[in-house]
């Protein structure tokens, strides 16, 4: 059975800084595309940032600001997001997602065969 568990998030102060990570089991994680996803109240999900698993390419959401960083740790099944200088606007539930030998499509929700159940982050102004 395939879990994906988020943590990290929090409350924090806007200009402060979180890490995500997103722990993987049942799969196999160098194998799998892994990408995170927020949603805001009212909002669809969106797009944070996707590291493929051949050849590892990352990718952001554009336009791409530079606070967040993307990373992963195939020894540890575990990917991570680093989110620096917080915006009010960056608070939502952050989701991690997987996608078997995924390259392109990455930024699409329906591209990921699995999902975990989110961490909520929150920042305040």
């Known amino acids: 059975q395939v879990q994906l568990v988020e943590s990290g998030g929090g409350l924090v102060q806007a200009g402060g800084l979180l890490r995500l990570s997103c722990a993987a089991s049942?799969?196999?994680?160098?194998?799998?595309?892994m990408g995170w996803f927020r949603q805001a109240p009212g909002k669809a999900r969106e797009f944070v940032a996707a590291?493929?698993?051949?050849?590892?390419?990352?990718y952001y959401q554009e336009p791409r600001e530079g606070r967040f960083t993307a990373s992963r740790d195939n020894d540890k099944n575990t990917v991570y997001l680093q989110m620096d200088s917080l915006k009010p606007e960056d608070t939502a539930v952050y989701f991690c997602?997987?996608?078997?030998?995924?390259?392109?499509?990455?930024?699409?929700?329906?591209?990921?065969?699995?999902w975990g159940q989110g961490t909520q982050v929150t920042v305040s102004s």
């Open positions: 049942g799969l196999r994680f160098s194998e799998y595309t």
């Open positions: 590291h493929t698993w051949s050849p590892g390419s990352i």
């Open positions: 997602a997987a996608a078997y030998q995924r390259r392109v499509g990455v930024r699409q929700t329906y591209e990921y065969d699995y």
